[in-house]
């Protein structure tokens, strides 16, 4: 048979990303009803995905004949079969393929998770490894199939990569505002921060995803194995890490730049970490909300907590200082108050006043200064190290700054949640404000490239923001 006359291959759809690390569990116990429900709609429509499953389930039914009893069980499912599974059984008969789990021995880039397979041996036999070289391949070319298909399934996760289009217009003062629209499938978008080459990354809790923009506008989202965290915040950290805070899960995660990811436990239950920083002292410090700590954890995943405060103390927002210390946002029973921590300890804490000012953002400014948000009195606060506070009130009634950050020319850069503006504030008190011209709502968090670009998450609309 000659090429032109071979049967044309199914080619993987836009929406096909989503789902290639579950089509290995189609019809198992290994996803949930949701997932299971969700994964045969799909497949019951998608050819592509459904001859991955078909080559999982002969290349499984071939190595259990090879290395195991033969299954009496075991027949070959063709394209109809397999999509008729999908379109008509119901998640409680999931699992009626289990006997033909594909060998899962393996970790790939768009799997999170190792499983074993039923009936494999445990220790493999030290001959006839072709089968499982020929596995590898298959797999990969999987792989190799998604990135032809505008790059989905490529190193960096699972849901799959597409440029997205940003719209633009102009605001005040000549700058330009851009909007980088979301797939609907992204919702409750969080923190953002900008890596050293300029990749823009960001936090969603839809499904506990972690997002990622290049300077080319194209977008990769990465689900977390743990589809039911609610993700906090998120840093750069030690070796250009991504460093992430799982509230509910009680967990501190860490991503590499290859895409693994590694979650760690804090030691103290239900203390819900919330924000956190890269420590002086190659660390990485958090705050600990519900519990009245800050933490510290090491790349290696050892953990030290200290108290700052009695059970009615509640730390948030974290940033190391110019000084060489970590600096926290903290309010008590009567009072809010900034406070410093030392790399070995030693705690101070600062009041600023009556309770009430909603602290919700903490930065280092040029001049080696603490500046913050006071959300609930409408100001941007200063706090030298030596304790001596200034309050600036926006002109803007009812703005809500909500979050700050420092930019390369000195100045801070931070959202108005409520009156939809971006505001810039220099070291000496000079205060622009932009209105984001092509959004109506929800501006939350903001970070700044090396460049000096100011890129911000709005809750509302799903929208990534540049302002140039």
């Not at 519900?290 to 790349?299: A, C, F």
């Not at 060489?324 to 946002?329: D, E, I, Q, T």
């Not at 001596?388 to 420092?406: F, G, N």
């Amino acid at each position: 048979m000659t090429s032109d006359q071979l049967p044309s291959s199914p080619l993987p759809g836009p929406d096909c990303g989503r789902f290639a690390h579950q089509l290995p569990f189609f019809a198992s116990p290994e996803l949930d009803q949701a997932e299971d429900a969700v994964l045969r709609a799909h497949v019951a429509g998608c050819r592509w995905c459904t001859a991955q499953i078909e080559t999982y389930v002969r290349l499984n039914a071939a190595m259990s004949r090879r290395y195991a009893a033969p299954d009496p069980a075991y027949r070959p499912l063709s394209f109809e079969q397999i999509a008729g599974l999908a379109a008509s059984e119901t998640p409680s008969q999931a699992g009626s393929l289990r006997r033909f789990a594909p060998l899962r021995t393996v970790r790939l880039p768009w799997l999170d998770r190792e499983v074993i397979p039923d009936h494999l041996p445990t220790a493999l036999p030290s001959r006839g490894l072709g089968p499982y070289i020929a596995l590898l391949l298959l797999l990969s070319l999987a792989g190799m199939i998604f990135v032809f298909h505008g790059g989905i399934g490529s190193w960096f996760g699972s849901q799959g990569r597409e440029v997205v289009a940003p719209a633009c217009a102009t605001t005040t003062g000549g700058k330009s505002i851009c909007q980088y629209h979301l797939p609907t499938s992204v919702q409750h978008l969080g923190d953002i921060t900008v890596g050293a080459d300029g990749t823009v990354w960001f936090l969603t809790s839809s499904s506990a995803q972690i997002g990622r923009i290049s300077q080319n506008g194209a977008l990769t989202l990465l689900p977390l194995s743990t589809r039911q965290a609610d993700l906090g915040s998120i840093t750069i950290g030690p070796g250009g890490d991504l460093w992430f805070t799982e509230h509910n899960l009680n967990r501190i995660g860490r991503m590499t730049a290859s895409g693994t990811v590694t979650e760690y436990a804090v030691p103290t239950a239900n203390a819900w970490p919330s924000d956190l920083t890269s420590g002086p002292d190659g660390a990485v410090w958090f705050t600990e909300q519900s519990t009245g700590k800050v933490g510290r954890v090491t790349t290696e995943g050892a953990f030290t907590e200290y108290p700052v405060g009695d059970t009615s103390a509640s730390p948030n927002a974290i940033v190391s200082g110019s000084d060489g210390n970590l600096w926290f946002a903290l309010t008590r029973d009567t009072t809010d108050a900034l406070g410093r921590l030392t790399p070995a300890g030693d705690l101070k804490i600062y009041p600023i006043g009556v309770k009430g000012r909603g602290i919700s953002s903490v930065v280092a400014g040029s001049d080696g200064a603490l500046w913050f948000c006071e959300s609930a009195t409408n100001r941007i606060g200063r706090m030298t190290t030596s304790g001596a506070v200034t309050e600036i009130a926006l002109p803007t009634a009812r703005s809500y700054p909500m979050a700050i950050a420092a930019a390369p020319d000195g100045a801070l850069w931070f959202t108005e949640q409520g009156s939809n503006q971006i505001g810039r504030l220099t070291t000496a008190g000079a205060l622009q404000e932009y209105p984001n011209s092509i959004g109506n709502s929800g501006l939350f968090a903001i970070a700044v490239a090396a460049d000096g670009s100011v890129w911000f998450t709005q809750v509302g609309p799903n929208v990534i923001g540049q302002l140039t």
